[in-house]
């Protein structure tokens, strides 16, 4: 089990058991499946640009390749910044205490790009952020489930529910003035998923 | 990306204006220092030396093949770079499909069960420019909703002109007043949920809006999720 991820709110502890939340444990999915003419399920493969190599399941990898060619080891590979010099790596935040001064601003976790959800089973809970919490306030931590060259931001919450844990990345929206006019720009989008049982 | 989006405010009155996804800064990129490195995809296998066709030829006891002939490597093939390529649709015996296949879509219950299978329900999308996304005039305070729904991604909307910005900074400001968001959707009442492509995931959206001096910020919350817990309290 992972370990738990630990806050440290005006100087006492708290810990929370997680577990992940999405979208199928709430609502289910859909999904859909490709049959052949004898309604079997078809197998998907890929097909080289050139028509020259049908890639079946199996067939490709990935990696790093120096010039030349030559093959990088994952355990030579580090994170870079923006002038190639490397990073530190950052150890994982679970188990750790991490320190929060005061509560945050709903804004905050409202500009945050959210790459996942927990559910939180208080283990030990301060009395004084159990009735912050309690009270609609919202926590926010450093936060990374494994060591990374980057560390997300985790926002703790209460609602009637129960705790939960919002992490992302926060992004930072630049104000819009009567001068600075937009313009549509044409980019390829991504591609969306099929599922939605909400309501 | 940023493309057009009509939507009407509280007086039903409709403009168009831009929108654009909030996107944080992307992650750092891997590499060795000091040293020039590319990402690739490439064929590490072909389809003669998977563990199928391994066995077919073989057996399934083919370690001692391994060994001595080594069956799995292809000279001619491995490493070969991949760049882009297309799905292409198999048959259940392996063979290339030259018709479309059927579509069927199951429907999954969040224990993982089958509920259903059917023929696919196509969806169409209701953003775009023809028909305006409408303001519901369903409010929730702004510190109630990021309790209740996980915002899985941000629009920000930007004006086009003069009118546009008249446009979206009231409605930023009012929204920033109050404290609220705002409930828009499509439909006659704004109350379904916004389908941006054909057959793509539905969300509920909120607009909330900030104001700093004569500078405005709109957002449009987009929400696949409630913050609740399974019915089956499986959490692993």
């Known amino acids: 089990m992972a370990k738990p991820i630990v806050i440290s709110y005006k100087g006492k502890e708290s810990s929370f058991d997680h577990g992940k939340l999405d979208r199928a444990k709430l609502y289910g999915k859909k999904k859909r499946i490709a049959l052949d003419s004898n309604d079997v399920a078809c197998i998907k493969a890929s097909l080289v640009e050139d028509g020259s190599v049908l890639i079946r399941s199996g067939m490709t990898a990935q990696g790093y390749f120096k010039e030349g060619g030559a093959w990088v080891p994952n355990k030579e590979l580090v994170g870079l910044d923006d002038e190639g010099k490397p990073l530190e790596l950052l150890d994982s935040t679970l188990g750790a205490a991490q320190t929060v001064d005061a509560p945050a601003l709903a804004n905050e976790l409202l500009d945050l790009e959210v790459t996942s959800v927990y559910i939180l089973e208080p283990k030990e809970i301060d009395p004084r952020l159990e009735k912050e919490l309690g009270d609609g306030e919202i926590m926010k931590i450093p936060f990374n489930y494994r060591s990374d060259y980057r560390l997300e931001t985790g926002f703790l919450l209460k609602n009637k529910e129960g705790y939960f844990c919002i992490v992302g990345v926060p992004t930072h929206p630049e104000w819009c003035e009567l001068n600075k006019v937009a313009v549509e720009v044409f980019e390829e989008e991504d591609s969306d998923d099929l599922d939605f049982d909400m309501f | ?236």
Do not use: C
């Open chain 2, 1 to 236: 990306m940023s493309r057009k989006i009509h939507l009407t405010n509280a007086a039903r009155r409709d403009a168009t204006v831009i929108m654009g996804f909030l996107k944080p800064e992307l992650p750092p990129k891997m590499g060795v220092p000091g040293k020039p490195v590319s990402f690739r995809r490439y064929l590490a296998s072909a389809d003669e030396n998977l563990h199928d066709s391994l066995v077919n030829k073989h057996g399934e006891d083919y370690a001692e093949v391994l060994i001595k002939e080594d069956p799995e490597i292809d000279l001619e093939s491995i490493g070969k770079t991949i760049s882009s390529t297309s799905t292409v649709f198999l048959t259940s015996k392996g063979d290339v499909m030259y018709a479309a296949p059927k579509i069927k879509e199951v429907i999954i219950n969040p224990d993982g069960s089958e509920r259903e299978q059917r023929e696919p329900v196509e969806v169409e999308a209701n953003v775009h420019e023809e028909f305006p996304i409408i303001w519901s005039g369903k409010k929730m305070p702004l510190t109630e909703a990021i309790k209740k729904f996980v915002f899985r991604k941000t629009i920000q909307l930007n004006h086009v002109d003069g009118l546009t910005y008249d446009f979206l900074y009231n409605m930023a400001k009012e929204l920033s007043e109050a404290g609220n968001m705002m409930l828009v959707g499509g439909g006659e009442k704004g109350l379904d949920p916004l389908i941006f492509q054909a057959n793509g995931k539905p969300y509920r959206a909120f607009l909330a809006g900030r104001i700093k001096g004569e500078s405005y910020q709109l957002f449009l919350h987009l929400s696949d999720m409630e913050l609740k817990i399974p019915e089956a309290k499986d959490r692993k």
